[in-house]
């Protein structure tokens, strides 16, 4: 029996509304996709949050034995910075304002954001498409649409008509929104709108004579709409239906209203099973935005760096702090609440590097209860995982363990209470769990603060035998430093540092 058999995921689907059995298209095999970073700028924290959800969930997927495709683009040209299909290209603005080419904009950003993944541990997607990289199909799927009536050409744009596509279909059936209404909201609308309806949307945009980012098409030249490269990227590697489309809360309307709309209009299906979006951040109770001056980056939050932040903390403590919260709420950072987390995650992290090394000691009798005790744990980490990818709850039970892991570390004789079978099968658990599901690394900066506090005792005898004149003995700490690769500097009025040769 395979495990995602014996633990079948249950998922908050937002299409219907409804907590539902989670069962793929293909038995075995997950196709998920999501929407991936407008590599203009450095990646936000918000945006980190989301990657972080869906890199819980594809690895979760993987741990319960399915075979997973996961694809998550690049977006690098078509995103507007109004998304009422004005404005300019965000790339195109930020090559614009630093002289660059939108390509070098694209490389510096994409690089920033694959180093802020990897250092969050977030694994890298099987296929990261590029948006300028399926230009061609894109062009196709928007031809297709005016084949069937449901897109029109307007001065070499073309548009999605929304309110055609809505006679057959359901416009507004992920959102909850109703077309009327958009309509309605809509009617202010400046002459100069070349749309036939305010809601449609651009698949492709004529472009103006000093856009940079352009390509040839049956239109004359110009770039693809935003939601388009999305419709076109999932489906070329998953399938006209998938099994799983996610990103952030925001993305739900217009940009998967949209993705929706497109695919059915041009596959005659629906192209998603389960639509998962993750929760928004706020900073002491308020939305995290530019404009309130209360967001920060990842490598502010890493260096403490920033007016709000007492102090700096790991990326693994980010992440643990991440993941006490369940994708579906909002996530409230605070310096209270990391100070909490790095507690937190520090007695984790001890008793991950302790049960590695934990051996199972036989001895009497085995205690029946103890070993139930443990089997219940094991089975509780599987089953909240498996309740909506439940990494709250999770990181409970792991904490209970934690408890067991410590009892032993001061009791090695009460590992004789259960079998070794017991033992293994819970020290795998507790391990898989935290690196694999969970992705939480073992990390070394308790090791560090030891380092740390070592040199400043050596630091401190070394004034003291300079003071009593003895530099025999002062020459000798210094040279038996450096020969182990730490440099201690004097600096004035006998102060000293030191920097660590790399
Ligand atoms: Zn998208």
């Not at 706020?282 to 001056?293: A, D, E, F, H, R």
């Not at 199972?360 to 205690?367: C, D, P, R």
Request: glycine share 8%.
């Amino acid at each position: 029996m395979k495990l995602y058999e014996k633990y079948p995921i249950h998922l908050s689907n937002s299409l219907t509304g409804a907590k539902e059995k989670f069962e793929s298209i293909l038995p075995g095999f997950v196709g998920m996709y999501v929407c991936g970073p407008t590599v203009y700028n450095y990646v936000h924290l918000g945006n980190t949050r989301t990657f972080l959800t869906f890199d819980i969930i594809s690895r979760y997927f993987r741990f319960l034995g399915y075979k997973v495709r996961y694809v998550r683009n690049i977006t690098d040209v078509g995103h507007l910075v109004d998304d009422a299909d004005e404005g300019e290209d965000k790339i195109g603005k930020k090559a614009r304002l630093e002289q660059l080419e939108p390509m070098e904009i694209v490389k510096r950003y994409t690089e920033d954001f694959h180093t802020v993944m990897r250092q969050f541990n977030i694994l890298p997607p099987s296929i990261e498409p590029s948006a300028t990289g399926h230009i061609v199909e894109q062009i196709n799927i928007t031809k297709k649409l005016i084949n069937l009536g449901l897109a029109y050409e307007v001065n070499g744009s073309v548009y999605f008509d929304v309110k055609k596509y809505n006679q057959s279909h359901h416009y507004g059936i992920l959102s909850g929104r109703n077309i009327e209404d958009l309509m309605e909201s809509g009617r202010d609308l400046d002459s100069q709108d070349e749309k036939r309806e305010k809601i449609d949307f651009a698949l492709w945009k004529k472009a103006s004579p000093e856009h940079i980012m352009r390509w040839p098409s049956p239109w004359g030249e110009g770039f693809p709409g935003w939601h388009i490269e999305c419709t076109v990227m999932s489906t070329k590697y998953l399938g006209e239906t998938f099994d799983l489309h996610g990103g952030g809360m925001d993305l739900k309307f217009p940009h998967h209203e949209c993705e929706i709309a497109q695919a059915t209009g041009a596959y005659g299906k629906s192209p998603v099973k389960y639509w998962i979006h993750s929760n928004m951040l706020t900073v002491n109770g308020q939305k995290m935005s530019k404009s309130l001056g209360n967001s920060f980056l990842p490598s502010e939050l890493f260096s403490g760096n920033h007016k709000l932040l007492e102090k700096g903390y790991s990326p693994m403590t980010v992440r643990f702090f991440m993941l006490q919260s369940h994708y579906s709420s909002t996530l409230d950072f605070s310096n209270e609440a990391l100070n909490a987390a790095e507690k937190g995650f520090k007695k984790l992290n001890n008793a991950l590097a302790s049960i590695k090394t934990l051996e199972h000691i036989s001895g009497a009798t085995v205690n029946s209860e103890v070993e139930k005790n443990l089997l219940d744990l094991i089975d509780k980490c599987y089953l909240n995982m498996s309740d909506d990818f439940n990494t709250a709850k999770t990181l409970a039970v792991l904490f209970e363990m934690t408890s067991q892991i410590n009892t032993w570390i001061s009791q090695k004789e009460l590992l004789a209470e259960v079998s070794s079978e017991v033992f293994e099968k819970f020290k795998t658990t507790y391990i898989s769990f935290m690196e694999d599901a969970l992705g939480l690394k073992e990390e070394t900066t308790g090791n560090n603060d030891l380092l740390e506090g070592t040199i400043n005792v050596l630091i401190g005898l070394r004034k003291k035998v300079r003071t009593d004149k003895n530099f025999a003995l002062s020459d000798k700490i210094r040279d038996d430093l450096k020969a182990i690769g730490i440099q201690l500097k004097d600096g004035k009025d006998g102060e000293m540092s030191y920097e660590i040769e790399n």
